[in-house]
């Protein structure tokens, strides 16, 4: 599982024992020392999870997680609270502001990178290195392969050669099948960049991936939705079936 933890830690101990076990787990973990230095990092990249500090100098991480919240961009970016206060009623308070988890101080490494895994299972199947199988697709995210059901057949099936952003792609559109993602989400969450990479450049991987699906028929799965974005779609599949 390799996805980017932004930690929000103004105590740099913490911070550096933190980060150090995170890239133990394999996860890439990024740092910043005050809400507002995360708000200007998530600016330039959306992170896949958010460790905040409750305690934090100046602007609290009750109230950058407000600011997580507000933006469609960042409403659904997971977060787990990190404080040293244990009461009932400000762990109340950590979960209405939306918070996915709550770790108290002094934590456990292992117990914070079980619950960080935990989290990134339920919120971001992409991410996991789970087989996925959806419209008669089957895409292994170890091996990285993807084959394609013939005739409704699982056992005849046809290998699907793909391209390293086309992989990624089609990983997050099986993930997450029937929803509609902008442009603008897929450069977050397939990218990792929405500001330097151009809208464009997501119509051409959608297009290299029909066409590297065609082979198997599959490519009519990849909807386009005027003025919306990109689906991928299991039902109509089914119905035409
Ligand atoms: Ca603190």
């Given at each position: 599982m390799s996805a980017t933890v932004l930690v929000v830690e103004d105590e740099l101990a913490i911070q550096a024992l933190i980060s150090y076990n995170l890239r133990n787990a394999g996860l890439v973990a990024l740092c910043a020392n005050s809400a507002e230095q995360a708000v200007s990092m998530v600016n330039n990249v959306l992170p896949d999870l958010v460790l905040l500090d409750?305690?934090?100098?100046?602007?609290s991480g009750i109230e950058f997680a407000r600011i997580l919240r507000r933006e469609t961009r960042t409403k659904s970016v997971p977060i787990i609270m990190l404080t040293a206060r244990d009461e009932e009623n400000d762990k109340i308070f950590g979960l209405e502001v939306g918070a996915d988890d709550y770790i108290t101080k002094p934590f456990s490494p292992r117990e914070l990178i079980a619950r960080i895994k935990a989290v990134l299972r339920r919120r971001l199947p992409?991410?996991?290195?789970e087989i996925i199988v959806a419209g008669g697709l089957k895409l292994d995210p170890i091996t990285h392969r993807v084959s394609a059901y013939v005739?409704?057949?699982?056992?005849k099936s046809i290998e699907v050669i793909l391209g390293p952003t086309e992989f990624r792609l089609l990983h997050f559109l099986m993930a997450h099948t029937e929803r509609v993602h902008s442009r603008t989400q897929l450069l977050d969450r397939?990218?990792?960049?929405?500001?330097?990479?151009?809208?464009r450049t997501v119509d051409v991987h959608i297009r290299r991936l029909r066409k590297a699906l065609e082979v198997s028929g599959k490519?009519?799965?990849?909807q386009t939705v005027r003025g919306a974005g990109y689906r991928l779609s299991v039902e109509s599949m089914e119905n035409a079936e």
């Open positions: 409750w305690g934090l100098p100046n602007m992409e991410i996991s290195e005739d409704g057949s699982l056992s397939v990218w990792g960049d929405h500001v330097f990479v151009e809208d490519d009519s799965l990849v």
